[in-house]
């Protein structure tokens, strides 16, 4: 029998992207339409996360993705993932203190970039993130390298997201601002481009970007899914 896959949600329009992917997708692997392997959500309020990651409280977020952890466990959940790359700055705090086994975003899109012969990575994502060494580590480990855009950049990636993506809300100036950071990722050498908040594959995809893009939402609910049906 597959796995139940608890999902810790942070950003809504993340989650539910995370959420159906795995539903929709599953019946393909499995062979059955319509069918996926049991799936539970616990979500915290998205202000709680922000209000921690903006006093540099790393041990606060731990303690709100333990708490989902603990409570999907309680619902039976086997595997769990987090369709927020952001607060995976947390996750090595996390690990020790779980109930259950995680699958780590970065990791997965790092496995990815390197199957696919990448080596220069641009990475999109909140001013949390792209700050942090999330994605630097795991593109490390796999012999990439991470090249983050410049500060004015990085600025109006986290408005864009924050104000805007998070909220379901695409304007095409922003799309188009977008597809320009990755314009100047490519000049700079990237031959991909990770899009490391799980909310920018609502607008960036391999059909607008000027660079292959590592959708960072989909290649995790799709981990999610091999892991799980490997098991039934």
């Not at 999907?72 to 952001?86: H, I, K």
């Not at 942090?132 to 855009?149: D, H, I, T």
Request: charged fraction near 20%; proline fraction near 5%.
């Amino acid at each position: 029998m597959a796995l139940h896959i608890g999902v810790v949600g942070c950003s809504a329009e993340g989650a539910a992207l995370c959420y159906r992917t795995i539903c929709t997708e599953a019946g393909a692997l499995l062979g059955v339409p319509h069918a996926h392997p049991e799936v539970s959500m616990h979500t915290h309020s998205l202000a709680a996360y922000v209000d921690c990651l903006d006093r540099g409280d790393l041990e606060g977020v731990a303690q709100l993705m333990l708490s989902s952890a603990g409570k999907l466990a309680a619902a039976g959940a086997q595997l769990l993932v987090c369709p927020d790359n952001t607060i995976h700055q947390a996750m090595h705090l996390v690990l020790p203190r779980s109930p259950l086994p995680w699958l780590h975003i970065a990791q997965v899109v790092a496995d990815e970039a390197a199957s696919r012969g990448f080596r220069r990575v641009g990475v999109l994502g909140t001013r949390w993130l792209v700050d942090s060494e999330v994605y630097p580590q795991a593109l490390s480990a796999a012999g990439l390298e991470a090249v983050k855009p410049d500060a004015p950049e990085r600025a109006e990636l986290g408005r864009i997201i924050m104000d805007e993506l998070v909220r379901g809300v695409t304007l095409p100036a922003s799309t188009a601002a977008l597809q320009r950071m990755i314009e100047g990722l490519k000049a700079r050498g990237c031959d991909a481009v990770a899009l490391g908040c799980t909310e920018l594959p609502l607008v960036l995809h391999d059909g607008n970007s000027a660079l292959p893009t590592l959708d960072s939402t989909r290649l995790l609910a799709r981990a999610a899914l091999r892991r799980a049906m490997a098991a039934a």
